[in-house]
């Protein structure tokens, strides 16, 4: 059974700093690409960071510069650390594992920037 877990949200103050994580189980973990999304209230789900099953990184305008998303496969981990976090980036963080077309959502960690 595929599993993912989150961790590592919480309060922070504009320009902080915040490391996400998340545990597969269930899966060949280095034969996926991972993910992470968010989604904040009344708005849809996007895309912060993609990870492929290579190493190969990719991020929207939004997060550029500021976020950085890497994983271990020796320990089924993805991380993301965001930096000089903002208020519009507040919502909940989902990890996502995706072979092919097909995607499995972990329950996702609620990140909350402001004053």
């Known amino acids: 059974q595929v599993q993912l877990v989150e961790s590592g949200g919480g309060l922070v103050r504009p320009g902080g700093s915040l490391r996400l994580s998340c545990a597969a189980s269930?899966?060949?973990?280095?034969?996926?690409?991972m993910g992470w999304y968010r989604q904040a209230p009344g708005k849809q789900r996007e895309l912060v960071a993609r990870?492929?099953?290579?190493?190969?990184?990719n991020y929207p305008d939004s997060v550029k510069g500021r976020f950085t998303i890497s994983r271990d496969n020796a320990k089924n981990m993805v991380y993301l650390q965001m930096n000089d976090l903002k208020p519009e980036d507040t919502a909940v963080y989902y990890c996502?594992?995706?072979?092919?077309?097909?995607?499995?959502w972990g329950q996702g960690t609620q990140v909350t920037v402001s004053s």
């Open positions: 269930g899966i060949m973990f280095s034969r996926y690409h």
């Open positions: 990870i492929t099953s290579s190493g190969s990184a």
């Open positions: 996502n594992a995706a072979l092919g077309s097909v995607g499995t």
